[in-house]
């Protein structure tokens, strides 16, 4: 069994920050991709920001130069460190990552996904 947890979400004025943690365990062999997404009230969900094992980024348009995602391979962890929010990113926050993970004697390759965390920034 797989889990992913984040953390860190809250409250906010704008152009105050966060930090959100995403933390996976259980029986895992390898992560692939981590990503954290997020969905508005009426809205689809949207990618956010990627991160590969080897560090590569990639970022939506609009939290550019605002948000930063980095990982720690030890702990199968992502962040997201989010400055100069505006009430646009109010939003349920979900982490995402391609797991490969084990048990009664076989692999198992999916994607994963967190019960998300609420990030709120009043207009």
């Given amino acids: 069994?797989?889990?992913?947890?984040?953390s860190g979400g809250g409250l906010v004025q704008p152009g105050g920050s966060l930090r959100l943690s995403c933390?996976?365990?259980g029986r895992i062999m390898?992560?692939?991709?981590m990503g954290w997404y997020r969905q508005a009230?009426?809205?689809q969900r949207e990618l956010v920001a990627t991160i590969t094992k080897g560090g590569t980024t990639n970022y939506v348009d609009s939290v550019k130069g605002r948000f930063t995602i980095s990982r720690d391979n030890a702990k199968?962890?992502?962040y997201l460190q989010m400055n100069s929010l505006k009430p646009d990113d109010t939003a349920v926050y979900f982490c995402d990552a391609d797991i490969v993970g084990w048990g009664a004697g076989r692999t198992k390759r999916g994607?994963?996904?967190?019960?998300?965390?609420q990030v709120t920034v009043p207009s």
Avoid: C, F, R
Avoid at 1 to 6: G, H, S
């Fill in 76 to 78: 199968n962890a992502i």
């Fill in 23 to 25: 933390a996976a365990s």
């Fill in 41 to 43: 009230p009426g809205k």
């Fill in 111 to 117: 994607d994963h996904w967190g019960q998300g965390t």
């Fill in 1 to 6: 069994q797989v889990q992913l947890v984040e």
């Fill in 30 to 33: 390898m992560v692939y991709n």
